[in-house]
């Protein structure tokens, strides 16, 4: 129903960089790329960067002033670009996509950070 592309994950050193794309697609319907989340075990999933329809982003705190998150309206295609990466980045990250009904997620992609 949803089409997911995701790529970028992998292994880095910590103050290494990844940056991880989506593109997303549905089956007669409409959907956009909306952003990025992650998650750890034995945690909930929780929002990394998103960004608006105007083009405004927000970003976890903890994230801010290190990771960049974009977007080709043309392709709805977005990116995270994660620098300075530390440690605790490590986690699983899901690509968000949306139509008017419904929320979807890509298939999560692997980051792990550690030296």
């Known amino acids: 129903q949803v089409q997911f592309v995701v790529s970028g994950g992998g292994l880095v050193q910590p103050g290494g960089s990844l940056k991880l794309s989506c593109a997303a697609s549905?089956?007669?319907?409409?959907?956009?790329?909306t952003g990025w989340y992650r998650q750890t075990p034995g945690k909930q999933r929780e929002l990394v960067a998103r960004?608006?329809?105007?083009?405004?982003?927000v970003y976890a705190d903890s994230v801010k002033g290190r990771f960049t998150i974009s977007r080709d309206n043309a392709k709805n295609t977005m990116y995270l670009q994660m620098n300075s990466l530390k440690p605790e980045d490590t986690a699983v990250y899901y690509c968000n996509a949306r139509s008017l009904r419904n929320d979807y997620w890509g298939q999560g992609t692997q980051v792990t950070v550690s030296s």
């Open positions: 549905g089956s007669g319907f409409r959907v956009w790329v």
């Open positions: 960004i608006t329809n105007d083009g405004s982003t």
